[in-house]
C-alpha cells in the first residue's frame, strides 16, 4: 500500500470505533430516555448540555477547537434527543430563515420542524402543545427588541429554555459561473440595503434589483431563474442547492441576533444562569426606582432592561429585564419577596447565559 492508502485505511479504522462509540452511548441515551418518561423529565437539558460542552472543551488538547466541538457535540445531542423521544420544533419562518438555522443549531437535521408565519403563531402552537419547542428572536444589537416577542412572553404561558446568539452573515448565491452573467438579483430589501458596499465594490449596484418577502425566498427564485443571484442565508443556499460565491457579504459584520428557545419546563441550576421576568411598578413617583434597587440590595445584576406598553391599559408599561442568576437563588427569591404584594411580576424562565 502507498502512503495515501495507509493514511485511509487508519481514517477508516478510526470512523469504525467512532460508529461504536456512538453507538455505545446511544445505549446509555436510551436508557436515561426511559427513567425520563417513568418520571416526567424533559429530554431537552441545556444545562446538562453546557456542562458537557465546557468539560469537553477544557480536556481537549487536539486540532479540534472549541467551534467545532461545538458542532459536532450539538449534533449528538440532537440525534441523541430524537433516539430518545422524537419531537416537534416550531419557528418563525419560511425554511431557510435564519430562526430556521438557529432552530436547526440546535435541534439537528432530524429535528421535525413547523414553519410559521408569525412570532405570536409560534407561541400559539406552544400553548395549544401542538409543538415541544419553539424557536424566536428576540433582539438585533443593530435593530433593537423584537417587540411581538416581548409582547407574546407576556401574553402567553410558554417558558424560555435557552438562548442562542446568531452572526447574522448574509452568502450571495448563483448558479452562474462569474459574476458577470448575473442579470437579476433577489433579495428582501433589508438585506439588500446591508450588503450595498459588496455591491458597489464588485460593480452590481446596477444589475437588477428583485425584492422579496423573505431571503430564503429569494434563494428559491434565484435557483429557477437563469442568470440570477440570491443575498440569502448560508442555510437558505443549501435548502434550495444555490451555490454560494461570497460567504459574507453584509456591511456590518458584527450584526447578531438574539434568539429564545421556548417550551414549557423549567431548567435546573447551571453554573452560569440568567433569568428573565416582565414586571409592571406601581404607577407612583419612585416606582421604578425603588424596583430596582430591590436588585442592587441583593447584588442581583440586571443585564437588559425594556418597556412595552400595555397595549389595553392606556399609557401604562411593563418592563422586560434579563438578570443574572437563577429563579430558585436564594438572592433572586430575596428581590421576589421585597416586590410581592407591590409590583407585579412574571417569571419568563431561568436557562444557561450564552456567550454573545
Known sequence: MNKLEVLRENID?????????????????????????????????PEREREI????????????????????F???????????????????????????????????????YIALNSIEAV???????EVKYG??????????????????LGKFNSLIVAEIYMD????????????????KIFSHPQGYNQCRKFLEEHMLLDVEFIPTKSTAASAKMATNEPNSASICSHIAAKLYNVPIMFEKIEDNLANKTRFLILSDFKNAP???????ILAKTKNRPGGLV??????????????????????????????YLDFEGHIDDKSVQNVLKANKGINEIKWLGSYVKAGD
Open 270 to 276: 447551571a453554573v452560569e444562569n440568567k433569568t428573565s
Open 135 to 152: 424557536v424566536v428572536p428576540i433582539e438585533n444589537n443593530t435593530e433593537g427588541a423584537v417587540g411581538i416577542t416581548l409582547d407574546c
Open 123 to 129: 407561541f400559539r402552537v406552544l400553548e395549544n402543545k
Open 74 to 112: 450539538l449534533e449528538i445531542f440532537a440525534v441523541s434527543r430524537n433516539l430518545e423521544l422524537p419531537e416537534k420544533i416550531a419557528f418563525l419562518g419560511p425554511e431557510g430563515s435564519y430562526t430556521h438555522q438557529v432552530a436547526q443549531s440546535r435541534f439537528g437535521a432530524m429535528g421535525n
Open 168 to 183: 447574522i452573515h448574509h452568502s450571495f448565491a448563483s448558479k452562474c459561473e462569474n459574476l458577470k452573467e448575473i442579470k
Open 13 to 45: 479504522n478510526i470512523d469504525n470505533e467512532i460508529l461504536k462509540l456512538l453507538n455505545k452511548r446511544m445505549e446509555y441515551v436510551d436508557a436515561v430516555g426511559n427513567l425520563k418518561k417513568s418520571t416526567g423529565g424533559s429530554i431537552y437539558r
Open 53 to 72: 460542552l465546557d468539560r469537553l472543551k477544557s480536556l481537549n488538547r487536539g486540532k479540534l477547537n472549541d467551534r467545532a466541538i461545538e458542532a459536532i
Open 290 to 319: 425603588k424596583f430596582l434597587q430591590t436588585f442592587e440590595e441583593q447584588s442581583v445584576n440586571i443585564t437588559k432592561i425594556e418597556s412595552r406598553p400595555v397595549k389595553d391599559s392606556g399609557f401604562e408599561a411593563v418592563f
